[in-house]
């Protein structure tokens, strides 16, 4: 298979091709400007070695990361997913907006059944509106722990960045790897109700780097020109963590967020959560330095909890016939684990580029307003059992005090047939008791359980949330990620969101538009976008371990009057479950 002429353009770039390239099996016909692009993705067991361990992973088509998806703007995919593991599973186009393709969207009991076992389905959607780095994968527990991939939204024909045209793009995705079994560590959590095991190591384009015990070999390496401008396409694909990442010596400038642009700022350090994108232009030294550079990531954290305290290392190589074997290797200094301050200041830098070519739309006036506090809770301990979270309960998370209960068949179907009984439309818009969310934290920790609770809005309307911390077993920040929608970031602070004086601060001028957004350790995030995708639409912390544990929601947005305002009915492959 080899990439046909369809990607030459005014943005003709050399894209690293690594070890997790893929390209289409086959480009059908234009259609309204795009064209149809397809992929099949086979699930099945390959056996990988990592930090001196070897043993048997999930991965599409063998690879990990997994294959690179590559489109432009306009274009149809139609992917066909084949499972040949024991675990059902669900594949979601993380960012993706699904304008009426609902049914495309991927997580398991909310848009889908699950795949199960040596069944398929085909995954058929439109990139409409949207050009940048978004990724891939699974949708279904942990399993997007190995099974996640990079999807690269190119501009259309014709169309050029609003940036410098840079010499070659690389995507760089960050992960997890554990020495035991993804499934057998939150399936453990949530039966004893203790905190999950940690990781064992992060990893850059899957490969650990040289800081791990047994890992010199499996490191990324980016070999570079002197003098040359790179796009580097960051992705945070770990399961739990926030990561600060920098590389020695050198800064980047920030172009884009979530496959949105943004006005560009420099910086030489990053901060990256689990389900957000970065893409950076990295200006390379010139004359080439004798020298290599560490290109680090390490995580962000401030709850109470364990984590993953370790660090990921990629080398930054200069292509230089003249540099000696012995060459000095140069490490970046990285912010402190808890550097909320830090944080902070990097999550204010980023602005829309709101320009003329590439406008923007907020709200400026608000139809539907919601309050939702997010945090940690606990559930009692069941009779008869002994339970290892905090004062013998178990972990829960919640919003608005309800910890999601996923159905055993699909929300969308369930919604579009109206089969009753399987979710109520009584998600509570405020917290059901009020309190000061960051002040000193409740005695009362228990979260409201076993509901599976639903916002509906009307079609178009326009929507604010405020999504507000608790100190509720410790402040710490929440990696927000909204299905089927863009929002702007309009506002954010530390304590608790004021209604009376906060509003007035907020940015409807140039908020950055995003599908990932950290809820602040202690404080709060305000957010708005206009509901004009009907369908059924997930919310959720994207900490795979507070996500298992309830942190998550969901909206139903009505269809409008007009066909093309409307979801189309499934397709006829949809899984059952």
């Known amino acids: 298979m080899r990439f046909s002429g369809f990607l030459s353009s005014a943005v003709v770039v050399i894209l690293f091709v690594g070890c997790f390239m893929a390209v289409p099996e086959v480009v059908t016909a234009k259609h309204g400007g795009g064209v149809t692009r397809h992929y099949k993705f086979i699930i099945k067991m390959k056996n990988i070695t990592r930090l001196c361990r070897s043993k048997s992973i999930v991965t599409v088509n063998g690879k990990l990361p997994g294959p690179r998806v590559v489109a432009r703007e306009g274009d149809r995919l139609v992917v066909k997913v084949v499972n040949h593991v024991p675990n059902n599973i669900s594949i979601h186009w993380h960012g993706i907006r699904q304008l009426r393709s609902g049914w495309a969207d991927g997580p398991a009991y909310i848009t889908q059944c699950p795949i199960q076992t040596d069944q398929s389905y085909v995954y058929n959607f439109t990139i409409t509106g949207q050009r940048g780095t978004l990724f891939w994968h699974a949708h279904f527990s942990w399993m997007r722990a190995t099974v996640y991939g990079p999807l690269i939204i190119l501009p259309r024909r014709n169309e050029s960045y609003p940036f410098v045209k840079p010499y070659k793009e690389v995507p760089i995705l960050f992960g997890e790897w554990f020495n035991a079994d993804p499934e057998a560590v939150i399936n453990q959590s949530l039966r004893t109700g203790a905190g999950p095991n940690v990781s064992d190591a992060y990893t850059l384009n899957g490969l650990p780097g040289p800081l791990y015990n047994c890992s010199g070999k499996d490191t990324y390496k980016l070999k570079v020109k002197p003098g040359k401008t790179y796009l580097l396409r960051l992705i945070n694909a770990a399961l739990n963590d926030e990561l600060f990442f920098s590389i020695a010596n050198h800064s980047v400038t920030v172009v ?148 999601f209960a996923l159905p055993t068949t699909a929300l ?41 609770k639903v916002e509906v809005l009307p079609f178009n309307a326009s929507v604010e949330v405020i999504m507000q911390d608790t100190s509720i077993l410790g402040a710490e920040s929440h990696p927000l990620h909204l299905h089927g929608y863009n929002f702007y970031v309009v506002g954010q602070g530390f304590g608790n969101f004021d209604p009376k004086n906060d509003p007035s601060k907020f940015n409807l001028v140039d908020p950055v538009e995003r599908n990932t957004v950290g809820v602040p350790s202690g404080g709060w995030v305000a957010i708005r976008f206009q509901a004009d995708n009907p ?24 269809g409008g009057k007009l066909p093309n305002q409307k979801l189309p009915p499934p397709p006829s492959d949809l899984p059952k479950c």
């Open 256 to 403: 884009e967020a979530d496959a949105s642009y943004v006005k560009p700022f420099v910086t030489d350090t990053l901060v990256i959560a689990p389900g957000q994108t970065t893409n950076v232009l990295l200006k390379t030294k010139s004359p080439a330095p004798d020298a290599a550079f560490y290109m680090l990531a390490r995580p962000y954290f401030t709850g109470m909890g364990t984590f993953d305290n370790t660090t990921v290392a990629g080398i930054l190589e200069y292509e230089n016939p003249k540099s000696p074997e012995n060459a000095p290797l140069f490490k970046p200094s990285l912010p402190a684990i808890n550097a909320t301050n830090v944080v902070a200041n990097f999550s204010n830098m980023f602005k829309s580029l709101a320009t003329n070519r590439f406008p923007i739309n907020v709200p400026q006036k608000v139809d539907k307003r919601f309050f939702f506090t997010v945090g940690l809770g606990t559930n009692p301990c069941p009779k008869n059992q002994t339970c290892q979270g905090p004062n013998g309960t178990k972990f829960a998370a919640s919003m608005n005090n309800i910890s």
């Open 412 to 452: 969308l179907q369930s919604y579009f047939f109206s089969n009753n009984g399987v979710f109520t439309a009584d998600f509570p818009d405020f917290p059901l008791h009020p309190f000061n969310y960051t002040g000193t934290p409740l005695n009362n920790t228990h979260v409201i359980n076993g509901t599976t």
């Open 535 to 558: 369908g059924v639409w997930l919310m959720h912390c994207h900490f795979d371990v507070h996500l298992s544990w309830g942190l998550r929601m969901a909206w139903i947005v009505l």
